[in-house]
């Protein structure tokens, strides 16, 4: 299984960046699909999930209405709209697959078996 991550960049606060995964190896209709950042200094965080079917969404506080997590699953690939970037959202974005996660873990990393390289986003005030 393979995640591979992109989209990544510098932009400037207020900027729009699309950030895309796109899985091999898996049936990814199957995965439920997610989001985490490490930015510096700090742990890694949930960001945003979206489970098989797509009907289900969670979205971490700090990136919701602002943020749109999506699933492709003809082209095995999940995407990341952020708008209204911050400095803060500065990170290391990775995106992460596993194929069963109840709702209530969809936040939590441990519940993720696989994990892209991750792709760098800088927001530069």
């Known amino acids: 299984v393979q995640l591979q991550a992109s989209g990544g960049g510098l932009v400037q606060a207020g900027d729009s960046l699309r950030l895309s995964c796109t899985a091999s190896?898996?049936?990814?209709?199957?995965?439920?699909l997610a989001w985490f950042r490490q930015g510096p200094g700090k742990e890694r965080e949930f960001v945003a999930a979206i489970k098989s079917g797509g009907a289900s969404i969670a979205y971490a506080d700090s990136v919701k209405g602002r943020s749109a997590i999506s699933r492709d699953n003809a082209k095995n690939t999940v995407l990341l709209q952020m708008n209204s970037l911050k400095p803060e959202d500065t990170a290391v974005y990775y995106c992460?697959?596993?194929?069963?996660?109840?709702?209530?873990?969809?936040?939590?990393?441990?519940?993720?078996?696989?994990w892209g390289q991750g792709t760098l986003v800088t927001v530069s005030s």
């Open positions: 992460a697959g596993s194929r069963s996660v109840i709702n209530s873990s969809m936040r939590i990393a441990q519940a993720y078996n696989y």
């Open positions: 190896g898996l049936t990814f209709r199957a995965y439920t």
